[in-house]
Nanobody, 123 residues
Framework: QVQLVESGGGLVQAGGSLRLSCAAS????????MGWFRQAPGKEREFVAG????????YYADSVKGRFTISRDNAKNTVYLQMNSLKPEDTAVYYC????????????????WGQGTQVTVSS
């Protein structure tokens, strides 16, 4: 398994931007597909974005399409989530996850999870 540590969360006003990072341990990062998920208070955890091993293929939830961008740097063992035009409904704890299966969109296909980072968007 791979160890994951998220960073970059915080408080931002609606319309603002944040970039989340997820650093992975180990030398096999490029073998994992990666995903970002989020969980808002009182709600189930949901898929946000996913990316293939080399980064050529990306996937997004409809709610973030056009506003969020997932990317990865395999040389740095890091996956990113650039979040623009943030809305109050984006407020949640954001988790990154590592898996082996394509497409990287279903929680059940991810075996390693980070501890999460809080994103709060004020109106």
């Amino acid at each position: 398994q791979v160890q994951l540590v998220e960073s970059g969360g915080g408080l931002v006003q609606a319309g603002g931007s944040l970039r989340l990072s997820c650093a992975a341990s180990g030398r096999t990062f490029s073998r994992y597909v990666m995903g970002w998920f989020r969980q808002a208070p009182g709600k189930e955890r949901e898929f946000v974005a996913g990316i293939s091993w080399g980064g050529a293929n990306t996937y997004y939830a409809d709610s973030v399409k056009g506003r969020f961008t997932i990317s990865r740097d395999n040389a740095k063992n890091t996956v990113y989530l650039q979040m623009n035009s943030l809305k109050p409904e984006d407020t949640a704890v954001y988790y990154c996850a590592a898996g082996m299966n394509m497409p990287p969109v279903s929680q059940k296909d991810f075996g390693s999870w980070g501890q999460g980072t809080q994103v709060t968007v004020s109106s």
